[in-house]
């Protein structure tokens, strides 16, 4: 049997004494250190990136109500109203770089110490710093999907088709949200217009999970056995609001695998954490990898 990390998981209100959150990220080293652990990434490691989040002090949910899957597959005219929006706000975040929590992650994972990285974000940033076969939970805006059959391409391509559609649409984004959508007037939205996918003339939706919808099971069940595999996970800017992501950090402190929070502010899976950091997540993971790493003589994780 694998032996796991020396910090033992208290789940309870006790937790809570923790608030607001440590400043100190060595004990969340100390765990790191010994290998084999999935990073569960939230919008909250992008929003240093220029990427708002959607829960945080700011986030976007406050202004914004993001598509729903219904709303979406319902109405032709939802359909419009994503696309319009959704034309402006990916050439945002297409153009987003990786910043220093990114890179920490891919750094850590590049010394051997993270087993996997699991991401709600759609922006693909880990990748763009270095991170390799990242889990997109709710899937990527780089690709686009036709619901009738099932044909996938990219979004450059599509991009592309509605330009060409749109020669006369001169909107501009103003502020952006995580899901690339942005805020225009109706009668803007009115003027868009929409193209189908080129193989059946159906409809194209992003390849990403919109509110209301399912991650696709396969995934979810990988997902469960990267974490069963795993001596520690570390939530990484999650407020773990939603089910897609908190079920991995319940499922993991069932099985009595340390949980470590690192978010600016209260998470639905406090009462799970073993420890929790609330620090920016550039400093802190710049911080967590330096630890990690400092005077370590094999230059990679332990495995006992």
């Known amino acids: ?155 450059e391509v599509l991009d592309q088709r509605l330009r060409d559609a749109n020669r006369e649409f001169t909107a501009e984004a103003t502020r952006i949200n995580p899901d690339g959508d942005v805020e225009l007037p109706e009668e803007v939205v009115r003027t868009f217009t929409v193209v189908p996918c080129t193989v059946c003339g159906g409809t194209v939706k992003p390849d990403v999970v919109f509110f209301g919808e399912n991650v696709p099971k396969a995934r979810v069940e990988r997902c469960y056995r990267m974490i069963d595999d795993a001596n520690a996970v570390l939530v990484l800017g999650s407020s773990l609001t939603v089910m897609s992501g908190f079920r991995f950090v319940r499922h993991a402190a069932k099985a009595g695998t340390p949980v470590l929070i690192i978010n600016q502010g209260l998470t639905r899976g406090d009462p799970y954490a073993t420890y929790r950091v609330n620090l920016p997540l550039g400093r802190a993971l710049t911080e967590l990898a330096h630890q990690v790493t400092a005077g370590e003589e094999t230059g990679g994780p332990s495995h006992a």
């Open 1 to 155: 049997m694998r032996s796991r990390p020396t910090l033992e998981w208290a789940p309870g209100p006790e937790v809570l004494a923790l608030e607001p959150g440590a400043t100190d990220v060595r004990p969340v080293a100390d765990v790191v250190r010994g290998g084999r652990v999935v990073v569960l990434s939230g919008a909250g490691i992008s929003t240093e990136s220029g990427i708002p989040d959607y829960r945080g002090e700011t986030g976007s949910l406050r202004t914004h109500t993001p598509m729903t899957y219904g709303d979406f597959v319902g109405s032709e005219a939802a359909r419009q109203r994503y696309w319009a929006r959704s034309h402006l706000g990916w050439r945002t975040i297409a153009r987003a770089a990786p910043n220093d929590g990114h890179r920490a992650v891919a750094a850590l994972q590049a010394c051997g110490y993270l087993s996997g990285v699991i991401t709600q974000n759609v922006d693909g940033l880990h990748q763009a710093a270095g991170a390799r076969d990242v889990i997109e939970l709710h899937g990527n805006l780089d690709r686009v999907i036709c619901l009738d059959c099932g044909t996938t391409s990219a979004r």
